[in-house]
């Protein structure tokens, strides 16, 4: 098959890149396993992206690999990785019920510990308000002798021990406060509480640990970018440059002119978007914004008002609505910075986008925004850029 292969003229579709890229073959494959862009590649990305990385020939690869694919596709039956990847399953979800069993057994010591430690407080309550009432009749037994009963006046005379406080030295005083013993318990119970919220934490914290070895088994098969999303090179204000489509940074600062970059192909139907925040100055948003309302105004961002054409969060932690004054520059976002991923998810179905920190997971709160059909208009993914320097990339892959 090998041989077949080395001899047959392959039929190599074009890179989609555009540019450079334009009419040039995608016949070179790029096997490094730390780049983000392996697979199938042209002449042109190779020389761009891939000068250091493990390239080969695209025939050469499929007749190396032809070579053992037929004596390994039997060797593991898949109904046997199947049975395997069940009993994987099984394990986990057993180990986890065990450990819910075990914490259950542990929360039920706690609880009876609260219960007990409610009852004993509320028996030395009762017990203090009694002794309150009873007190210049035990005081007068004692002072007469009317005790017969050694064990019951020494227990008369430690309740009374219990209410006493020496407030200056030499000089005892009768002290009933039952509000004491109250506040006391009080502030005890604040402090358990106060753990249990940090218990909380840490419990989140370590089930994120938990999980986070097979998060990236929980996405769908294609976690990546199904479309080749790139900076587009007409639909941005003068300042903003662009490198290898997949970068853009602010060479000037900015008031609320030439802010916007919008991102190629619109939008057609529901999908996200990964965006690394390069560097950052001052303000950079991110969001989707409507081609025809942003070239209306020259790319100027009015965010003061109404009808400005996007739906974004920024780095300030504040979110900006085109429709919902509501929603429009007001401070319900999370902040983000230099180094931090930001997805962007626009379900078309609902008119919803959602916004998260793809590195800060336990730090952010995820962000949804509601937006309107735009009235003959295309929607686009769009960043706004304030200040020089500021510089985003759009990541490939989403994990």
């Given at each position: 098959m090998s041989e077949d292969i080395k001899t047959r003229a392959l039929n190599y579709l074009n890179c989609?890149?555009?540019?450079?890229?334009?009419?040039?073959?995608?016949?070179?494959?790029?096997?490094?396993?730390?780049?983000?862009?392996?697979?199938?590649?042209?002449?042109?990305?190779?020389?761009?992206?891939?000068?250091?990385?493990?390239?080969?020939?695209?025939?050469?690869?499929?007749?190396?690999?032809?070579?053992?694919?037929n004596g390994k596709q039997n060797q593991n039956s898949i109904d046997s990785l199947l049975t395997q990847l069940d009993q994987t399953r099984a394990?986990?979800?057993?180990?986890?019920?065990?450990?819910?069993?075990?914490?259950?057994?542990?929360?039920?010591?706690?609880?009876?510990?609260?219960?007990?430690?409610h009852k004993n407080t509320r028996q030395r309550l009762l017990e203090q308000n009694q002794t309150q009432m009873n007190f210049p009749q035990i005081f007068q037994q004692i002072l007469n002798s009317q005790y017969k009963n050694v064990d019951q006046l020494k227990q008369d005379v430690r309740k009374i021990i219990d209410n006493v406080s020496q407030l200056q030295a030499g000089k005892i005083e009768i002290d009933f406060k039952p509000q004491k013993l109250y506040d006391?318990?009080?502030?005890?119970?604040?402090?358990?509480?106060?753990?249990?919220?940090?218990?909380?934490?840490?419990?989140?914290?370590?089930?994120?640990?938990?999980?986070?070895?097979?998060?990236?088994?929980?996405?769908?098969?294609?976690?990546?970018?199904?479309?080749?999303?790139?900076?587009?090179?007409?639909?941005k204000s003068p300042t903003i440059n662009i490198t290898e489509q997949k970068i853009a940074h602010q060479t000037a600062n900015q008031n609320s002119e030439n802010r916007f970059i919008l991102i190629e192909p619109q939008i057609v139907e529901s999908c996200k978007i990964a965006i690394k925040i390069s560097n950052l100055s001052n303000f950079i948003g991110i969001g989707i914004a409507y081609k025809n309302v942003l070239l209306g105004?020259?790319?100027?961002?009015?965010?003061?008002?109404?009808?400005?054409?996007?739906?974004?969060?920024?780095?300030?932690?504040?979110?900006?609505?085109?429709?919902?004054?509501?929603?429009?520059?007001?401070?319900k976002a999370f902040n983000f910075t230099t180094g931090d991923i930001i997805i962007v998810e626009i379900m078309l179905e609902n008119k919803t986008l959602k916004f998260t920190c793809k590195n800060k997971p336990n730090e952010t709160q995820a962000i949804n925004l509601t937006f309107d059909n735009p009235d003959n208009d295309d929607i686009h993914f769009c960043v706004n850029m304030c200040y020089s320097g500021e510089k985003v990339e759009i990541l490939d892959d989403l994990e």
């Open positions: 989609p890149l555009g540019d450079m890229h334009e009419g040039e073959q995608l016949n070179f494959v790029c096997i490094d396993s730390t780049c983000k862009e392996m697979g199938l590649i042209c002449p042109v990305c190779r020389s761009q992206k891939h000068a250091k990385h493990k390239v080969i020939p695209l025939k050469i690869f499929l007749a190396d690999i032809s070579v053992n694919v394990r986990l979800l057993s180990t986890l019920k065990e450990t819910v069993q075990k914490m259950v057994l542990q929360i039920k010591i706690l609880e009876d510990q609260i219960n007990l430690s006391q318990y009080q502030k005890a119970s604040q402090e358990s509480i106060s753990q249990f919220n940090q218990l909380l934490t840490q419990f989140k914290q370590s089930l994120y640990k938990i999980f986070k070895p097979i998060e990236k088994y929980t996405v769908p098969l294609q976690a990546s970018n199904s479309t080749n999303f790139t900076f587009s090179t007409v639909l105004k020259n790319m100027k961002f009015d965010h003061q008002n109404l009808g400005h054409g996007s739906y974004m969060i920024s780095s300030n932690a504040h979110t900006w609505s085109h429709s919902k004054k509501e929603e429009n520059m007001v401070q």
